[in-house]
Nanobody, 125 residues
Framework: QGKLVESGGGLVQAGGSLTLSCEASGSTFSSRALGWFRQAPGKEREFVGAINWGGSRTYYADSVKGRFTISRDNAKNTVSLQMKSLKPEDTAVYYC??????????????????WGQGTQVTVSS
């Protein structure tokens, strides 16, 4: 069974930057698409973005497009979420997730098989 562990969360001022990392272990994550989701207090978990197995294709939610960048290093079994121009509405618990296949399956949670425990990001105004 694979395991995903996020890190890098914290408190940042609006307009600042933060990079989250997700380390995968115990499974063939290098051949699987990986995604990032987030859940703000009182809201449902939502899709942030995803990257295919080789890193050649990325997809983003409209709310983060142009501000967030996803990348991966298959040699290290890691995926990163670089966040810039952060806004208070970006405050949430951020989760890393792995799809079953190589291609990004879209924004639906149920299409991602493995999940990390989440890391808190708080953006102060």
């Amino acid at each position: 069974q694979g395991k995903l562990v996020e890190s890098g969360g914290g408190l940042v001022q609006a307009g600042g930057s933060l990079t989250l990392s997700c380390e995968a272990s115990g499974s063939t994550f290098s051949s699987r698409a990986l995604g990032w989701f987030r859940q703000a207090p009182g809201k449902e978990r939502e899709f942030v973005g995803a990257i295919n197995w080789g890193g050649s294709r990325t997809y983003y939610a409209d709310s983060v497009k142009g501000r967030f960048t996803i990348s991966r290093d298959n040699a290290k079994n890691t995926v990163s979420l670089q966040m810039k121009s952060l806004k208070p509405e970006d405050t949430a618990v951020y989760y890393c997730a792995a799809a079953s296949g190589m291609v990004v399956p879209g924004p639906l949670e149920r299409r991602y098989a493995d999940w990390g425990q989440g890391t808190q990001v708080t953006v102060s105004s």
